[in-house]
């Protein structure tokens, strides 16, 4: 058996745990050492570190203090990783924590987080997904039942001093433009609820004020929410400090295209077996800027998809130049809109399609003014036949039912 070089207790709280920190900062030290070559396991707590409970309210979602995110492990030191090399990251596989077989997936209310489509769903909602083996229903949606494409949503390297500085000052003043906006532009440095890792003292609360937040992806990766990042894959990640530092976590057992949903696609506890190998040189060599990666050889198969077509006129009749962000909002709540004739509340739409392997395309980007983006419906995930026919849609869910919400409190 691998060696298991972070271990995770759920019972325990993350910030009990010196293997885990919730910033980006060069100085965090190495939890672990492995050579190239080597294989072995890392265990994760889900991205809220166990804040958001398995139960039928959406309290949590609403009430979570979001600076407390994204609770990974590691740094990883890899032996000969210099500045400049690139890491590559074999995920040989990804899985649930079996004393937690479960996920979630919910909307964060428009104060506490936002969304996607945060304009049309304002409130928090939550539902709850058991992991079955590689299967995954929900008491909250019913007739839909998919296979795990299981993946880190967030794995990268700590970043080195200078492009720490890069992150903060581009984010800081982006914020600056529109300073009182709600939800805000970026996430700026939060040293109250920073969890540093192993670093102590007053070097360590000076790193607090200044570690980057883990929400946005960046340079080295993070958090990329890519769905095809799954168990098999193998990942390129650039090097900006000696050993690497290599963090993970926010596992998903699934994620439609986007992870639209926001909180999040289906989130989880779980563990990754990886093996880690050294390029020298090779930011140089192949010209590298973000990570690149080879996608796994085992994947879900679905063959059969309706897909929803959205252009750049967003919901109010606007017309947007060439804005692929407006034309797979709207491919999205086509696909929403569509889902409600068979009896889906458009929360439980919503859920689908930040949960299911939904895919999501840029198909145009040319024919001004409008960008065309297509969501990607697998046919096969559903009890029932969505396709549209001469009889019209069939309600298979029968009427009343939704996922839990929680009202924003005054
Ligand atoms: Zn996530």
Redesign the pocket.
């Known amino acids: 058996m691998p060696e298991t070089i972070i271990k995770i207790d759920l019972t325990q709280s993350p910030y009990d745990n010196d293997k885990v920190h919730n910033r980006w900062h060069p100085d965090i030290p190495m939890v672990a050492w492995v050579k190239p070559g080597e294989d072995f396991i890392v265990e994760t707590y889900d ?1 809220t570190g166990g804040f958001i409970q398995n139960n039928d309210s959406a309290d949590d979602v609403r009430d979570i203090d979001l600076t407390i995110v ?1 609770f990974l492990s590691g740094p990883i030191g890899v032996e000969g990783a210099e500045p400049g090399d690139l890491l590559v990251v074999d995920l040989l596989d990804v899985g649930a924590k079996p004393d937690s077989l479960w996920g979630f997936n919910g909307f964060f209310s428009k104060k506490n987080g936002g969304g996607f489509l945060t304009d049309h769903f304002p409130e928090a909602q939550k539902s709850i997904w058991d992991i079955k083996g590689m299967y995954t229903h929900s008491r909250h949606i019913p007739g839909v039942e998919f296979a795990g494409l299981i993946h880190p ?2 794995i990268g390297c700590l970043p080195d001093r200078k492009l720490l500085d890069t992150w903060n000052e581009r984010e800081t003043g982006l914020i600056a433009t529109a300073p009182d906006r709600v939800p805000p532009l970026a996430c700026p440095p939060c040293a109250p609820t920073a969890h540093m890792g192993r670093m102590s003292g007053e070097a360590r609360d000076q790193a607090a004020t200044e570690g980057a937040r883990t929400v946005p992806p960046r340079e080295h990766g993070g ?1 990329c ?1 890519i769905k095809d990042l799954s168990r098999g894959s193998r990942i390129y990640f650039p090097v900006y400090v000696p050993g690497g530092g290599l963090s993970m976590g ?3 057992f699934s ?1 439609g295209d986007g ?1 639209i949903t926001f909180c ?2 289906i ?1 989880m506890a779980g563990w990754l077996h990886l093996r880690v190998e050294v390029i020298k040189d090779g930011v140089a060599k192949y010209g590298i800027k973000n990570p690149i990666f080879k996608p796994s050889p085992v994947t879900p198969h679905y063959n059969d998809y309706l897909i929803f077509e959205g252009i750049s006129v967003d919901e109010w009749g606007k017309q947007h130049y060439l804005d692929v962000h407006i034309a797979y909002r709207q491919a999205c709540l086509n696909a929403i809109e569509y889902l409600t004739k068979f009896g889906y509340s458009k929360a439980q739409a919503y859920s689908i399609l930040g949960t299911a392997p939904v895919q999501g395309h840029i198909s145009g980007v040319v024919d001004i003014p409008n960008a065309c983006a297509t969501l990607w419906l697998p046919t096969e995930i559903f009890d029932f036949d969505i396709r549209p026919t001469a009889a019209g849609p069939v309600k298979f869910v029968s009427g009343g039912v939704d996922i839990p919400l929680s009202p924003d409190l005054d």
């Open positions: 991205w994204h949503g967030l958090n929410d926010d596992l998903h994620q992870e999040g696609a989130e």
